[in-house]
Structures are given as C-alpha cells and as structure tokens.
C-alpha cells in the first residue's frame, strides 16, 4: 500500500498490530476517526492508555480489579475452599454469566506454551500451589481450554499439587446443549459417552 | 458483560465504538495490549493522536497529504486537465496502483446522503466546479461507487459542471476479469453488453 501520508500510514500500520486487523481494515478504522470529531480519537486513546498504564490485579485470585482484593475474593458469601483455575479475565466472565459457580477463581495468565516461550514461571502457578499447600482449599477445578496447551497446563498444575490429598475435577466435556449429534466431533462425542451422568442427574440443569 | 474492573470496562467500550468492532473482540484487543509491553500501547495510541490532530489536505485535490500540495498535484509529469473525481483516499490508493491514470484527482469526503446527513456543501463539490470554471479542466472522470448515493452525487456534480462544455465519463462498469458470466447480476451483466467495446481495443487491457 502506497501512503499519500506518513501520518495515516503511521496510524494504519500502528492500528494493524492488532490481532485479526489488517491494513485495509486498519485504514477504515483511521478513517473513520478522521470523520468523527477529535473527542473521539481522545477518549480512545485516553482509555487505552489509562487501561494499560494503570491496571491492577486481585492479590489473591490475580483477575483484572480496580482493588486490590477483587469483588468476587472480597464476597464473603463465595466458598473460598473451591478454586476454580482460568486462563484469563474473559474466562471468569464467562462462568460468572452462568450463575453457576460459588467459589473462588485463579486466573493463571495463559496456559504453558513452549512455541509462544510461555513457561510455568510465566504464569501464577506457584501461587496456586501454596493457596492449595496453605490448606485452605478442598478442591480444584481445572476450567481450561482442552486444546494441548490447556491440557499440559492442567497436567503440570495437578503433578505439584496432588500430594496435597484435596479433590480436582475438569469441566466436563460432551455435546453442547441444543447441538445435533450429527455434526459432533467423535472425541467430543466419545468422551461424553464415556463420562455419562445418571438420568436424574440430568434433570436437574 | 460484567467487568471486573471500570479501567477494563472503558477501555472496552471505546474500542466498541469502533465500526465493525464488537464487545467480545473489543475484549480481545484491550487484553492483547495488555500482554504486550507498555510501548505498545503507547505507539498505537501516539500515532492516533497525531494523525488525528495533524492531518492536512492538499490544497488542491483534498486528499490526505503531509505537504501542502500533494505528490500527485505537485508531479508536473501528471495531466492537470483531467481530473478523477474520488470519494476518499481508499479510491485514490486503488487507483493508483493499477497504474493506469496519469491525470489529477479530486476527493470529495464522501457521497451525498440526505439518511446521514451530508449534504453538497459537506463535500468539494464548490471547489470542484472553480477548478472546472478556472477553464484549466478538459475531462472529468467520475469514479464513485455505483450506488444510490454515488449515483446521485455525479448527477449532482454533473448538473453544475455541464455548462462549461468540458468531456465526462464514468468508469467502466462490466463483468470483473476473471469472473464467470453466470455469478454476474443482471444489471452488471447487462450493462457490460450495452457498452459494449471494439474486440481489438480489448487486447490492449
């Protein structure tokens, strides 16, 4: 792409940093902030920076928060001896909207990956051990992506912390609800054979 | 979505304001900056800044330009007497790069649209027409996107330039190279056949 300006081109290439955003998209982005009012370009960038210069996480689960122990760590009607381990902030959002979970969580920061030179100490595992050495806690529940990374995570974390005898689950796995078992992948479909619930259970949800 | 923190929250809503950019990739993006280092956020948020608070216009063709007059206007081996009348910098850069068009541009701003509220006296049109009454203009080449609106701001410009006996034309519309006849519509599909061109004027393409 040939620029008529170095400042459109600076922004345009600036903007296509961005992950899943290329040049021609970023170029409709910086247009479009060229026809609304300077306000705007203001207050974006006035949140970006304020977001990243000034973010704080929770001291004890490390989720994004404003305080320094965050609103779901400081409720003292959530269970504190059920941890809940997530990759990000996104994932805590997720099981939140379900109403499901009343324990805690343990935002990790990413799963081990060694192609993205993400190792365990890149991540909040050592603190999740001694939460659990601490013997504050009963049980584990490994809520990560099942894709290999997530499963080597899941692994290392239960290798340091099984000597400690308190119960670890995973999500369970299986057809979604509403999906036809046709289009399900046979792993997917395989497990949710395998790890059938009884009946009545089912009922329930 | 419930945030867990007002930082987030803003940062994602400002990021949402942009076209075509939802919440959950809003989401993505704040905590993409955030994995990256602090400069990262600063470039970005730099290069907005200053291309929305530096940008000039040429003088002449009001394209985006860091000088005065534009590299095009200011190329004295372009033809100033015909002039492409565009509706922003996208279509000049398309242009540009086939090659193919050796005079000067004109850049409306956009197209009239009475739904979002622009009307002629939003866009060069006024300068347009002086550049056309100046005598210095021997064709104009209409290339705005054939729809209602692009349709209706040439009619418009047409109307006020005909007077001065100068040669118009639009670009050309007809079955793209390399497309099948039948995925064209029927108006594309028609068009090409009423306009029709001399076979031996095909084989310069």
């Given amino acids: 792409m040939d620029f008529s300006s170095k400042l459109l081109e600076n922004a345009v290439n600036e903007i296509a940093r961005l992950p899943g955003i290329g040049k021609r998209t970023a170029l409709r982005l910086a247009l479009h902030l060229l026809k609304q009012p300077k306000d705007a370009t203001q207050f974006l960038t006035k949140a970006l920076t304020e977001f990243r ?10 989720n994004i928060s404003d305080t320094e122990l965050c ?4 409720n003292s009607k ?7 381990v997530v990759e990000d ?3 805590v959002m997720a099981i939140e909207s379900t109403l499901q979970f009343k324990g805690l969580y343990h935002v990790l ?29 009963k049980e ?13 995570t899941n692994f290392y974390i239960f290798k340091q912390i099984e000597k400690y005898n308190i119960s ?5 796995r299986g057809i979604a ?12 479909l395989g497990r949710s054979i395998l790890n059938r619930i009884p009946f009545e259970q089912s009922l329930k949800g």
């Fill in 78 to 84: 959530r269970n504190p001896e059920i941890i809940c």
């Fill in 53 to 62: 210069d000034e973010v704080k996480y929770c001291s004890s689960c490390f």
């Fill in 71 to 74: 609103e779901i760590c400081s």
């Fill in 89 to 91: 902030v996104r994932d």
């Fill in 140 to 152: 584990v529940i490994f809520a990560l992506s099942s894709t290999m990374e997530g499963d080597t």
């Fill in 109 to 137: 920061g990413g799963k081990i990956s060694p192609i993205e030179g993400v190792g365990p100490q890149n991540l909040q595992i050592d603190s999740l051990v001694e939460k659990v050495a601490s013997g504050q806690v």
């Fill in 177 to 188: 609800v509403g999906d036809e078992l046709e289009y399900a992948d046979e792993i997917t």
């Fill in 168 to 172: 670890t689950s995973t999500i369970a």
